[in-house]
């Protein structure tokens, strides 16, 4: 008789491990970590969940381009993304995502000094100081800041704190992360000004090579994709550029 709690347990096994040997292959210094107690405290706890969900996802009704992870409801996708961090070092992606994104900001040439910007799905900040860099002022949002973080407010992203039209600027890169993309745009379109912007840094789509980590909970087949959901939610691309780190994807500017 099959059991369908150590089927599901054997699953997301096997996905931890090709998910996890794609990224060594793309960043061979990603071993050490991968070695790391911590880490395999991360996959423990990422495999309890699987074994009573599964790694399970559907394909949109409205949008087939997109897959969506399924969830027993809203506090289960809660519980998920708020261990992500529990048990990850994240001081050098910290300092090398901030070099980054400072350095895309200023090519683009996009972003005006003194602009309000608000980071969304900004974990422990590095985006927000990014954009403090160029001269921004600027705050993150995140379901797990961690302790006494000064730049980013605890919140959820699918009901933005602020005011309607108050944000210069938008920014984020976990679309990956989202459990109602609707809402998500909804909201940023609700708090960026007439005439704000929005940047979405968007991770390439499995038609591009790459395939959800276990943490994600919205996918797409390509960034081509990304740019219709925005376009069709009202907004106009004005600026689009790919990179390599510290994943393949593409910057993509979009004005209100």
């Known amino acids: ?28 210094s990603r071993l050490k970590e991968a070695l790391r107690p911590r880490r395999w405290r991360q996959f423990l706890g990422v495999l309890n969940f699987y074994s009573r969900t599964g790694n399970r996802w559907r394909t949109d009704a409205h949008e087939a381009a997109f897959q969506k992870r399924i969830y027993l409801g809203y506090q289960d996708y809660l519980e998920h993304q708020q261990t992500k961090l529990r048990h990850l070092d994240l ?39 990014a954009f403090h860099d160029h001269g921004c002022f600027a705050v993150g949002l995140d379901l797990d800041p961690g302790e006494e973080n000064p730049h980013v407010l605890p919140g959820d992203f699918h009901a933005v704190p ?5 944000i210069d600027a938008v920014f984020t890169n976990s679309l990956d992360h989202v459990f109602a993309v609707d809402r998500f745009i909804g909201e940023i379109r609700r708090v960026l000004k007439p005439a704000g912007m929005l940047i979405v840094e968007a991770i390439a ?29 009202g907004f106009r691309l004005f600026h689009r550029k790919p990179f390599a780190e510290p994943w393949p994807g593409e910057q993509l500017c979009f004005k209100k």
């Open 205 to 233: 789509g499995r038609a591009e090579g790459t395939s959800p980590d276990a943490y994600a909970s919205f996918w797409w087949d390509s960034v081509d994709d990304v740019v219709a959901l925005f376009e069709k939610n």
């Open 1 to 28: 008789m099959e059991n369908p709690g150590w089927n599901r347990f054997m699953s997301a096994l096997r996905n931890l491990i090709v998910t996890e040997t794609r990224k060594i292959l793309r960043n061979p």
């Open 91 to 129: 001081s050098r992606h910290e300092s090398d995502y901030r070099r980054l994104l400072r350095e895309r900001l200023a090519q683009s040439g996009r972003l005006k000094k003194g602009a309000v910007a608000l980071c969304l799905g900004a974990r422990r900040g590095a985006e927000v100081r």
């Open 162 to 166: 602020f005011q309607a039209e108050s």
